[in-house]
Protein backbone atom coordinates (compact mmCIF):
# COMPACT_ATOMS: atom_id res chain seq x y z
CA UNK A 1 0.00 0.00 0.00
CA UNK A 2 2.57 2.79 1.05
CA UNK A 3 5.97 1.97 1.70
CA UNK A 4 8.87 4.38 3.15
CA UNK A 5 12.69 3.52 2.50
CA UNK A 6 14.62 6.15 4.40
CA UNK A 7 18.81 6.31 3.61
CA UNK A 8 21.57 8.20 4.36
CA UNK A 9 22.37 7.01 8.25
CA UNK A 10 25.80 6.66 9.61
CA UNK A 11 28.47 7.27 12.04
CA UNK A 12 29.70 11.26 12.02
CA UNK A 13 31.42 13.18 14.55
CA UNK A 14 30.13 15.73 16.51
CA UNK A 15 29.52 18.92 14.77
CA UNK A 16 29.44 17.19 10.98
CA UNK A 17 26.51 17.83 8.87
CA UNK A 18 24.62 14.67 7.34
CA UNK A 19 21.12 14.43 5.02
CA UNK A 20 18.62 11.96 5.60
CA UNK A 21 16.34 11.01 2.43
CA UNK A 22 13.40 9.27 2.29
CA UNK A 23 11.41 7.63 -0.65
CA UNK A 24 7.66 7.20 -0.50
CA UNK A 25 6.03 4.64 -2.96
CA UNK A 26 1.46 5.26 -2.32
CA UNK A 27 -1.02 2.53 -4.45
CA UNK A 28 -3.72 4.33 -2.54
CA UNK A 29 -3.54 7.52 -3.77
CA UNK A 30 -1.60 10.69 -3.00
CA UNK A 31 0.69 11.21 0.21
CA UNK A 32 -0.32 13.51 2.27
CA UNK A 33 1.94 14.94 5.04
CA UNK A 34 5.63 13.92 5.10
CA UNK A 35 8.21 14.01 8.39
CA UNK A 36 10.60 12.84 10.27
CA UNK A 37 10.62 11.04 14.19
CA UNK A 38 13.72 9.85 16.18
CA UNK A 39 14.23 7.52 18.89
CA UNK A 40 17.08 7.18 21.42
CA UNK A 41 17.47 4.29 23.26
CA UNK A 42 15.45 4.25 26.09
CA UNK A 43 13.62 6.60 25.14
CA UNK A 44 10.07 7.54 23.20
CA UNK A 45 9.83 8.38 19.58
CA UNK A 46 9.82 12.46 19.22
CA UNK A 47 9.06 14.48 16.27
CA UNK A 48 11.61 16.14 14.74
CA UNK A 49 10.43 17.74 11.49
CA UNK A 50 7.78 17.46 8.73
CA UNK A 51 6.65 19.48 5.71
CA UNK A 52 2.43 19.93 5.49
CA UNK A 53 0.91 18.52 2.04
CA UNK A 54 0.54 22.71 1.09
CA UNK A 55 4.67 23.07 2.00
CA UNK A 56 4.33 24.55 5.49
CA UNK A 57 7.23 23.27 7.48
CA UNK A 58 7.48 22.41 11.59
CA UNK A 59 10.20 21.18 13.48
CA UNK A 60 11.09 20.28 17.11
CA UNK A 61 12.57 23.41 18.97
CA UNK A 62 15.92 21.78 19.70
CA UNK A 63 16.94 21.09 15.99
CA UNK A 64 14.72 24.13 14.26
CA UNK A 65 18.28 26.60 13.65
CA UNK A 66 20.02 23.11 12.81
CA UNK A 67 18.28 20.85 10.35
CA UNK A 68 15.94 21.82 7.41
CA UNK A 69 13.58 19.40 6.16
CA UNK A 70 12.64 19.59 2.35
CA UNK A 71 10.08 17.89 -0.23
CA UNK A 72 9.96 18.81 -3.65
CA UNK A 73 6.64 19.44 -4.88
CA UNK A 74 4.66 17.17 -6.42
CA UNK A 75 7.37 14.49 -5.45
CA UNK A 76 7.26 11.50 -3.14
CA UNK A 77 10.70 12.31 -1.60
CA UNK A 78 11.78 13.91 1.55
CA UNK A 79 15.36 15.06 3.06
CA UNK A 80 16.40 16.39 5.97
CA UNK A 81 19.29 17.91 5.83
CA UNK A 82 21.29 18.19 9.86
CA UNK A 83 24.19 20.12 10.31
CA UNK A 84 25.72 20.97 13.73
CA UNK A 85 24.80 17.43 14.79
CA UNK A 86 25.66 17.09 18.82
CA UNK A 87 25.43 13.70 20.58
CA UNK A 88 22.03 14.40 21.53
CA UNK A 89 20.91 13.70 18.06
CA UNK A 90 22.02 10.26 18.03
CA UNK A 91 18.71 7.89 17.38
CA UNK A 92 17.18 5.72 14.80
CA UNK A 93 15.31 8.15 12.35
CA UNK A 94 12.04 7.23 11.27
CA UNK A 95 10.51 8.52 8.13
CA UNK A 96 6.51 9.09 8.56
CA UNK A 97 3.81 9.71 6.11
CA UNK A 98 -0.45 10.22 5.45
CA UNK A 99 -1.59 8.62 2.87
CA UNK A 100 -5.39 7.29 2.16
CA UNK A 101 -9.02 8.23 2.45
CA UNK A 102 -9.39 8.51 5.49
CA UNK A 103 -5.79 9.30 6.02
CA UNK A 104 -3.38 6.94 7.50
CA UNK A 105 -0.33 6.61 9.01
CA UNK A 106 2.48 4.64 7.58
CA UNK A 107 6.03 4.64 8.79
CA UNK A 108 9.72 3.76 7.29
CA UNK A 109 12.29 0.83 9.29
CA UNK A 110 14.33 3.79 10.19
CA UNK A 111 18.46 4.96 9.68
CA UNK A 112 20.58 5.14 12.64
CA UNK A 113 21.85 8.29 12.93
CA UNK A 114 25.19 8.18 15.73
CA UNK A 115 27.28 10.97 16.79
CA UNK A 116 30.14 10.61 18.19
CA UNK A 117 33.67 11.52 18.73
Known amino acids: QVQLVESGGGLVQPGASLTLSCAATSSIGDILNMGWYRQAPGKQREFVAMVLNGGTTRYHGSVRERFTVYRETGKNTMTLQMTNLRSEDTALYYC???????????WGPGTQVTVSS
Open 96 to 106: NAFAGNPPLSY
